[in-house]
């Protein structure tokens, strides 16, 4: 058992993430009637603001659920019993998508990975060119792995689906990513982009979301998969009134609305660019460490959280035990295969220099604590957030 800790503890890992006061206190309000005349007007509101969040003009369905829920809710909504979905195994999440999208009743051909890269787009062009009967009716990906700290170049396996001329749908799971990396929901062509809650949007779990595309819109018609709960149709139909058809997650959507105001006035490509620094920052210090980062092609290196290897022999599990006993530090697992091999740091969300220069040195003392050999992490993490771009504070 940790012991009693004064002082924050440090959520790093990479999602749920640390809520901003702003957030809890949004959402620390009285219930209010969601079929009452006070209620449209929140849902309007948050549909306005989300929309840049995805860079879609279309709707945004919002459901209380868990990201698994927005998941299961793209695959039903658009595609029927026996229709084939294209995945690509980049880690934990993808396997899992596509455990799901088999329990469904869809035919899952997965392109199988190593867990250190992203989606190659070339081997989706390459299979989608094979299909010569046009029987894939979906490609389904996850633009931010969360078990490997991969960033999949989501607008080039849309050139790669372009390029062999494929008409499937095509589903992307930002549920790590989104308001944290560049994504667009429109310009890169996706059908059903899939978010959640509780990473990049600040927010405690418990909100899932569908953006949803005209074509995606029009499979919906004829898609037979059974739905009733994550059904879009009679969603977007009350949404437009500014109500649900069954009771939203209210007190939820007072902080989402909250978090949506904080990020518009950081401006999104700021958002974008703090991730960035963090993620770069954080790579110098494991360099530092001298450990290895687990993603393999600098080009996919996520900007949200980093996974990185224990040397062999080393438990990367102890090691997370000894932080969060010591210093309260809880970091993220190394999930299915590379439990007790890797550890992901993550560094998105409401987050900043000062909580990545601690969390740093958390993990550094730790590797000092359990005998990791390592070198000096934080002194070049540290050099590099005082000296490149350091953000000036808003009103300073
Ligand atoms: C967290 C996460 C999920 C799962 O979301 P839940 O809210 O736990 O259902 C799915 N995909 C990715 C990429 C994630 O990071």
Known sequence: MPQPQSGVHFLQIPGPTNVPE????????ATMDHRGPAFAPLTREIQELIRPVFATAGPV???PASGTGAWEAALVNTLSPGDRVLMAETGWFASLWSKLAGRLGLEVEILPGDWRHGVDPEAIAARLEADAGRTIKAVAIVHNETSTGVTSRVAEVRAAIDRAGHPALFLVDTISSLASIDYRHDEWGVDVTVGGSQKGLMLPPGLAFNAVSNKALAASRTAKLPRSYWAWDEMLESNRDGYFPYTPATNMLYG???????????????????????????RRAVRGWGLEILALDPREY???LTA???????DADALRATILEHFDMSLGTGLGKLKGKVFRIGHLGSFNDLMLAGTLCGVQMGLELVGIPHGDGVSPALAYLATEGAPALAGV
């Not at 990185?308 to 080393?314: C, D, K, R, Y």
Request: no cysteine.
């Open 302 to 304: 996520s900007n949200t």
């Open 256 to 282: 989402l609305r909250e978090a949506l105001h904080m990020l518009h006035e950081e401006g999104l490509p700021n958002v974008f660019a703090r991730h960035a620094r963090h993620g770069e920052a954080t």
């Open 22 to 29: 702003r957030v809890l206190r949004a959402i620390d309000r």
């Open 308 to 314: 990185l290897l224990v040397p062999e022999g080393s």
């Open 61 to 63: 369905v919002i459901y």
